[in-house]
C-alpha cells in the first residue's frame, strides 16, 4: 500500500511542481522516455543470460558478490542503453511514421497536404498527389528496409542451418575418468 501511496505523490508532485516537470525534461530523462520501450523488450534477453552468467563467472573467479554485481552493472547498463537506442530508430521508429502514415493514408477525410517553399522561386506549393500511392510508398521506405533485413536475416539464417556441414556434439556420459583397473 505504501508503494501505491509513493507513486501516486510522485504523480502529483510532477503534475503541480514547476522544479519536477523541469527536471523530467532534462536529456537524461527524454532520453530514457525515448528508449523505454525498447529497453523493456531488450532488457530481459541481456539480464537472464548475459548478465547472469557474467556475473556466476565473476563469482566462480573469487570475485565477491557486491563487487561482482557492481562489475556487471556497469559493463551492461551501457550495453543496454546502446541495444535500446539502436533498436528504438531502427525499427520503434519506423514503425511508428508507418502506422501513422497508414492511419492518415486510409482515412475518408485527410488532413490537407503539407505545404512546401520551392527553393528556386520562394513559392509555397502544395503537392497534389501526397496521398498517392507512390507518394505514400516513398514515404514509408524506411519500413521497407526493415522488412528487407528482417528478410534478409531469415533467408541467410535458414541457408546457414540447411548447408552447414557441422556434425553434432555428442557426449558420452556413461565414460568417466580414472576408473580401476584400467
Known amino acids: 500500500m505504501a508503494e501505491y501511496i509513493g507513486a501516486i505523490s510522485l504523480i502529483i ?43 556466476n563467472a565473476l563469482m566462480a573467479n573469487g570475485v565477491g558478490p557486491e563487487l561482482a ?15 535500446s537506442w539502436f533498436l528504438e530508430f531502427t525499427v520503434d521508429t519506423p514503425a511508428k511514421k508507418f502506422s501513422n502514415e497508414l492511419d492518415v493514408q486510409v482515412r475518408k477525410v485527410r488532413p490537407p497536404p503539407p505545404k512546401s517553399v520551392s527553393e528556386d522561386t520562394g513559392e509555397i506549393t502544395v ?13 514509408i521506405w524506411p519500413i521497407f528496409a526493415m522488412i528487407g533485413w528482417l528478410l534478409f536475416v531469415l533467408v541467410t539464417t535458414e541457408v546457414f542451418i540447411k548447408f552447414h556441414a557441422g556434425t553434432p556434439h555428442h ?4 565414460e568417466t575418468e ?5
Open 69 to 83: 554485481v557492481l562489475y556487471v552493472w556497469l559493463i551492461f547498463t551501457p550495453v543496454l542503453l546502446l541495444v
Open 13 to 55: 508532485l510532477c503534475l503541480i511542481s514547476e522544479w519536477a516537470q523541469w527536471f523530467l525534461c532534462t536529456f537524461p530523462f527524454e532520453f530514457l522516455g525515448k528508449v523505454s520501450y525498447t529497453l523493456y523488450l531488450i532488457h530481459e534477453l541481456i539480464v537472464v543470460w548475459a548478465q547472469r552468467d557474467t556475473l
Open 178 to 182: 580414472g576408473h580401476e583397473g584400467d
Open 171 to 174: 557426449f558420452n556420459t556413461h
Open 127 to 139: 503537392d497534389e498527389n501526397y496521398y498517392s500511392c507512390w507518394s505514400f510508398t516513398k514515404r
